[in-house]
């Protein structure tokens, strides 16, 4: 709907995602993402190495964040990259967010805090969420050694492209 202000770091609101309202698991927004997510369950339909849907918090949004570790825990050749909370939240939030959530998976990864980078549209800087630039990390990593080497250090962890991060 163009008419409903999007709301983005900061401003996220679990009644508006980006314009999406993911408030329950029956809302709008949270149906459009689970619809989503039920489509790419099948391997061998589609090709899927990484599962993320930025701004989508565990603390927030935990129908959807379990659905994205769910296909990705049934497909088995796949990883979700999930966000714990919103820009503006203490490293506390993000630790009793996970801690509530009870995650015990290999299929997931949470990170935290939000990262600033250079939006080339705006040509502005702007914050987002982990899971926009470890994708890159992930795909970095994997071009310059194997698959199963992990996406840290300096040579295949660093995010080039950030400017600054919420908390040092």
């Not at 296909?71 to 509530?100: H, K, M, Y």
């Amino acid at each position: 709907d163009p008419a409903i202000t999007k709301k983005t770091g900061a401003s996220i609101l679990p009644s508006n995602v980006f314009g999406l309202d993911c408030t329950t698991a029956n809302s709008a927004g949270s149906v459009a993402y689970l619809k989503g997510l039920q489509t790419i369950n099948n391997p061998d339909e589609l090709d899927v190495n990484l599962i993320v849907a930025p701004g989508i918090t565990i603390a927030d949004h935990s129908s959807v964040t379990n659905k994205m570790i769910e296909v990705a825990e049934d497909r088995g050749d796949c990883f979700s990259i999930i966000d714990p909370v919103v820009q503006g939240n203490t490293l506390g939030a993000a630790i009793s967010a996970v801690a509530n959530a009870s995650l015990d998976t290999n299929y997931a990864g949470v990170y935290w805090p939000w990262v600033k980078i250079l939006d080339t549209d705006r040509n502005k800087p702007t914050w987002v969420p982990p899971s926009v630039v470890l994708p890159r990390v992930y795909a970095n990593s994997d071009n310059v050694a194997y698959e199963w080497f992990a996406p840290a250090g300096l040579n295949r962890g660093g995010i080039s492209e950030a400017i600054d991060i919420e908390t040092k």
